[in-house]
């Protein structure tokens, strides 16, 4: 089986394997039983590639006159009931892991997505075949927060094959352990704030279109994100009569989205304060019909578009996570709020949770009232949300020793005195 021979290693001999990761590229040569052998990397190609045509030269004597490169092509076991292929074992492993039952329904799209990854790599390979390198070397390509993810997810995964009897050995378990990494994303601040509320717009210069102000459906989305402290996914699906919006008492019920399939859902009855009350006396007053609060009249699309949209909305008229987040975003970068900050630092909607909390600290609520009003259930999961928004400053110490009030003599042999030498 040919190989393509373009880009950097165009001089590479046959049944050689490319593997880069960062800067370095390893080299493998395929055995004729389709195993693969480290021969070297990019640090020495002259070196592995003088390996690899030595190889060739044994196996093309050995067999010849058959073709090499049809007996050297990597030859995977044939897929079978006790050893299936990995696009098998993620289909197996989405319908009978028990745990998929108990994830929200946003967790297990992203599940989803990540299973779809693995199964473009991997689907046609059998189980067996994969080993520690070939999980080793995909994670090295990812930065540190999704290796933790895909490293957590493959680990199941194979952890799952290995209660369908299909492996005896966690090939994920050795891989590294890597932590998440510093935060990229800054916290909000109030002015930054303020200012993506207040943008009017700018008009069109340059040859650059005109920019809309802040819309009045996204002002009420954040000041209900910031003083209720609810996830973008429970802002939006705020119903003005399921989650019970009783203006009288003041009061809205919700049902946290994330916790829907837990054995003892969060339920919140949230008193309104005058914030968040304003915030949603403005959404009862809008002239859009619509029975959610967060809700906006959609632009003009074309038709499989609109198609589109209707699938995933309860209502026209409603609002979708991903729009929220990339609207709120747009908005903050063309008010210039942040703009001192890499725009991967520059912070989401998601952060406007954190900035909450920290607000209604600063006000003097307990820690038990922020941790009930936002559904945190650990104390660890409240830091991590809190963390960063306290401003360090130096702790206060006194040095107040009077040398005037000292003896002028201290006691021979006094422990906590330094002795002369004699």
């Known amino acids: 089986?040919?190989?393509?021979?373009?880009?950097?290693?165009a001089d590479r001999p046959e049944n050689v394997e490319i593997t880069t990761v960062g800067r370095i590229t390893y080299f493998r040569y395929v055995m004729p039983d389709g195993q693969r052998r480290a021969i070297g990397n990019s640090r020495d190609t002259a070196?592995?590639?003088?390996?690899?045509?030595?190889?060739?030269?044994?196996?093309?004597a050995q067999r010849s006159p058959i073709n090499l490169a049809e007996i050297a092509a990597p030859r995977e076991p044939r897929a079978s009931r006790e050893n299936p292929t990995v696009a098998t074992l993620i289909e197996e492993y989405k319908r009978l892991d028990p745990r998929r039952r108990k994830y929200a329904e946003q967790t297990r799209a992203n599940q989803d997505i990540r299973l779809a990854q693995y199964q473009r790599e991997w689907g046609k390979r059998t189980v067996r075949s994969m080993t520690t390198l070939d999980f080793s070397q995909w994670l090295n390509q990812q930065t540190d927060s999704t290796y933790v993810k895909h490293r957590g997810e493959l680990l199941n995964l194979m952890?799952?094959?290995?209660?369908?009897?299909?492996?005896?050995?966690?090939?994920?378990?050795?891989?590294?352990?890597?932590?998440?990494?510093?935060?990229?994303?800054?916290?909000?601040?109030?002015?930054?704030?303020?200012?993506?509320?207040?943008?009017?717009?700018?008009?069109?210069?340059?040859?650059?279109?005109?920019v809309q102000g802040?819309?009045?459906?996204?002002?009420?989305?954040?000041?209900?994100?910031?003083?209720?402290?609810?996830?973008?996914?429970?802002?939006?699906?705020?119903?003005?009569?399921?989650?019970?919006?009783?203006?009288?008492?003041?009061?809205i019920t919700i049902l946290q989205r994330k916790t829907r399939n837990y054995r003892n859902p969060v339920w919140l009855e949230i008193v309104m304060g005058e914030?968040?009350?304003?915030?949603?006396?403005?959404?009862?007053?809008?002239?859009?019909?619509?029975?959610?609060?967060?809700?906006?009249k959609p632009e003009k699309r074309t038709r499989q578009a609109q198609e589109a949209k209707k699938a995933a909305k309860l209502h026209p008229f409603a609002v979708l996570p991903d729009y929220l987040t990339r609207t709120f975003s747009e908005l903050r970068d063309a008010s210039g709020a942040y703009a001192e900050l890499d725009p991967r630092e520059r912070p989401t909607i998601h952060e406007l949770r954190g900035f909450g909390m920290h607000l209604y600290e600063e006000a003097g609520y307990p820690k038990e009232y922020i941790m009930a009003l936002s559904g945190h259930a650990t104390d660890e999961m409240y830091d991590r949300y809190i963390r960063d928004h306290a401003q360090k400053g130096p702790k206060r110490v006194e040095a107040g020793i009077n040398a005037?009030?000292?003896?002028?003599?201290?006691?021979?042999?006094?422990?906590?005195?330094?002795?002369?030498?004699?």
Request: with cysteine; glycine share 8%.
């Open 275 to 296: 914030e968040l009350r304003a915030a949603v006396e403005d959404c009862m007053r809008s002239e859009v019909l619509c029975p959610y609060l967060i809700h906006c």
């Open 1 to 9: 089986m040919g190989r393509s021979r373009g880009g950097r290693f």
């Open 47 to 60: 070196a592995a590639f003088d390996t690899a045509r030595a190889l060739n030269g044994h196996f093309a």
């Open 404 to 422: 005037g009030q000292l003896p002028t003599e201290f006691p021979k042999n006094t422990p906590k005195i330094p002795q002369s030498p004699k």
């Open 214 to 251: 802040t819309p009045d459906w996204m002002k009420r989305a954040i000041r209900i994100a910031l003083y209720s402290l609810q996830r973008r996914e429970d802002v939006v699906l705020l119903h003005k009569v399921h989650n019970k919006v009783d203006l009288e008492r003041g009061t």
């Open 159 to 210: 952890q799952f094959a290995g209660h369908q009897a299909y492996i005896t050995t966690n090939p994920v378990a050795v891989t590294l352990v890597r932590g998440e990494g510093e935060k990229v994303r800054r916290r909000h601040t109030w002015a930054g704030i303020q200012k993506i509320l207040n943008f009017t717009g700018t008009p069109a210069i340059d040859g650059k279109p005109a």
